[in-house]
């Protein structure tokens, strides 16, 4: 049941723009049945990973099927794959400078106090209305990026961080809910094989591989709904503000710990 309570954290809030981790990070420090163990938080990002592959599998087969192609009519998918690897550049260099300071904040409320209030007031901006026409290119990509270098710590939403960088670089809410989910595919997938390397042969803490099993299934389900949910919401970025004040009570309650 431990396990399947952080899966449930995890499914419901890896998407959504609240912060997975962070979340993790508090239920850790506030409810003695659940273990604290940053391992198993990124263990169970496996599950919402193969949420993320099954959502976009569309996608995904498109752009592969520009890889190896150098045909004209395959430009668009290289294009996109070229800002794919453009926005995974400051996590590729800079992530794992910021590992340990991550596993540190998993362990600090006045940390996740902080990073909570960041994604807070990035949803805030990004809902404001605003002309949203700029096309996907490196340059945006980058930036995007960046912003999703700033998840690495717990408390700041990886998706509510990249989707609001998107929105507030001009991109329309369809473009920034794709290219964040589709970005994170490479720094997820990163993620799980630097844990898994250094985990032993058994499963983290307390839990054997049964359970693991269904914890990732559990977070599978949950997340595929997630993201469901939270496309609805970015196509009307305005949405996003019920996140930010969500957030924001979230903070205001951290404050009288």
Known sequence: MKAIWLALIQGITEFLPVSSSGHLALASQFLRSVPDDF???????????LATLLFFRKEITWLTSGIASKRSENAPQRKYLLCLAVGTLPLLF?????????EAAFNSIPQLRIAFLITALLL????????????????????????????????????????????????NGEEAFRFSFLLSLPAVAGALLLELKD???????????????????????????????????????????????????????????
């Open 199 to 257: 985990l032993p042969g058994t499963a983290p803490g307390s839990y054997s591989a049964g359970q693991l099993f269904i914890a990732i299934l559990v977070s599978l389900t949950t997340g595929l709904i997630a993201l469901w949910l939270l496309r609805r919401a970015v196509v009307q970025p305005s949405r996003l503000f019920w996140y930010s004040l969500y957030l924001l009570i979230l903070t205001s309650l951290l404050f009288l710990v």
């Open 124 to 171: 805030a901006a990004a809902s404001l209305p605003r002309r949203r026409s700029a096309e996907l290119g490196p340059r945006n990509a980058l930036v995007i990026g960046i912003f999703q270098l700033m998840a690495v710590i717990p408390g700041v939403s990886r998706s509510g961080s990249t989707i609001a960088a998107a929105l507030l670089l001009g991109l």
């Open 94 to 102: 800079f992530g794992l400078i910021l590992r340990n300071q991550a």
């Open 39 to 49: 391992g198993l938080s990124i263990l169970l990002h496996g599950g919402t990973l």
